[in-house]
């Protein structure tokens, strides 16, 4: 989990409901807003970036399932894509479960809900996003080194054969000809410059490219310290519930 809060976006038309999620949330560390309709959720969903949509099925205005296709398939809503979204739904039904997955959403619960089961989903599908993040890191990180490996294989292509034409020259130069040595001296000058300009752009490619993946690495965990991160905060957040209840 990344170290800023996590943020939620809790859509449902019933106040109580709102508070209720509000409350919880926000004391277990979650950065949580709110809408009452689904045109709301739609101006928050674009405004905040919500890590997770609990989002009601039934709303007024735009459904749950108006929404959730705009934000799924709407060209109007491409960088906000991605928004993991856990619908609410009175209605236990396997097509409407069905028409939900099929239009992206994460998750699909039942109402009336249990909260420990609503926490620990939000916290499943947090752990999926965060792990969908890590792989795209090391993708991106990849690409830096497959693109430093190009770089350096054009630099090794590009300084060889003036090397070995050079070679070439100095083996067949007549010492005692002043026009061949001159023109072999301003061949290796003109070489030498042009080498020296080419390293000078790959020092500055590889700087660029160190800079970017030790920013990458910095922002990845191994598998084992992101699973013990979310293992951990999974277990003090059903302490707080449950130590809340008593």
Do not use: C
Not at 132 to 153: D, F
């Amino acid at each position: 989990m990344s170290q800023a809060a996590p943020r939620i976006l809790v859509v449902d038309d019933e106040h109580i409901n709102v508070e209720f999620f509000h409350v919880m949330l926000s004391r277990l560390g979650y950065d949580v807003t709110t809408a009452g309709d689904g045109d709301s959720a739609l101006d928050q969903i674009v405004e905040t970036r919500p890590d997770v949509v609990l989002l009601d099925n039934i709303l007024p205005g735009k459904t749950g399932w108006e929404v959730t296709r705009l934000v799924k398939q709407h060209e109007d809503y491409l960088d906000v894509r991605d928004t993991a979204i856990i619908m609410f739904s009175a209605m236990d039904d396997v097509e409407d479960k069905v028409e939900g997955f099929e239009l992206g959403i994460e998750d699909y619960i039942t109402k009336p809900f249990n909260f420990s089961e609503v926490l620990a989903r939000i916290q499943a599908v947090l752990r999926q996003r965060e792990l969908s993040r890590q792989v795209v890191r090391r993708e991106r990180r990849l690409a830096l080194t497959e693109s430093l490996n190009s770089s350096l294989i054009y630099f090794t292509r590009h300084i060889k054969t003036p090397i070995t034409e050079l070679r070439d020259m100095a083996e067949t130069l007549d010492p005692s000809d002043p026009d061949a040595v001159q023109k072999l001296v301003q061949r290796i000058m003109s070489e030498t410059s042009e080498t020296l300009a080419t390293i000078e752009g790959l020092e500055e490619e590889v700087q660029e490219l160190q800079t970017q993946g030790d920013e990458l690495k910095s922002k990845e965990l191994s598998l084992e310290d992101l699973e013990s991160k979310f293992r951990k905060h999974a277990a003090a957040s059903l302490h707080d519930v449950h130590g809340g209840k008593g």
